[in-house]
Nanobody
């Protein structure tokens, strides 16, 4: 059984940093692309960042470039998202996900990711 267990999010002020983590079990982590998505009520789930199975290649949506850093440790079966200089518009529920495709120029739609974490709320106050 695949499990992707996310760390807690939190409430931070604009400009502060927060790191999300995801611990994976039940699948061969090294075979999967990992990604972080986020969703706000009433909107579609948005891909934020992805990382290929080896960790060599990453992709960031424009709003995350220069502020977020995705990383993975296949030996420890963990995925992380370091978020710096957070903005109120980063407020959302964040999800980690595992899938089999890595696209260099965009994040595949959520339907391409069969495995998901439980979601964690990140709230950034102004």
């Amino acid at each position: 059984q695949v499990q992707m267990v996310q760390s807690r999010g939190g409430l931070v002020q604009a400009g502060e940093s927060l790191t999300l983590s995801c611990t994976i079990s039940g699948l061969n982590v090294g075979d999967y692309t990992m990604a972080w998505f986020r969703q706000v009520p009433g909107k579609d789930r948005e891909g934020v960042s992805s990382i290929n199975p080896s960790g060599v290649r990453t992709y960031y949506v424009d709003s995350a470039k220069g502020r977020f850093t995705i990383s993975r440790d296949n030996a420890k079966r963990t995925l992380s998202l370091q978020m710096d200089n957070l903005k109120p518009e980063d407020t959302a529920t964040y999800y980690c996900a595992a899938g089999t495709l890595f696209w260099p120029n965009k994040i595949p739609p959520p339907t391409f990711f069969p495995h998901w974490g439980q979601g964690t709320q990140v709230t950034v106050s102004s």
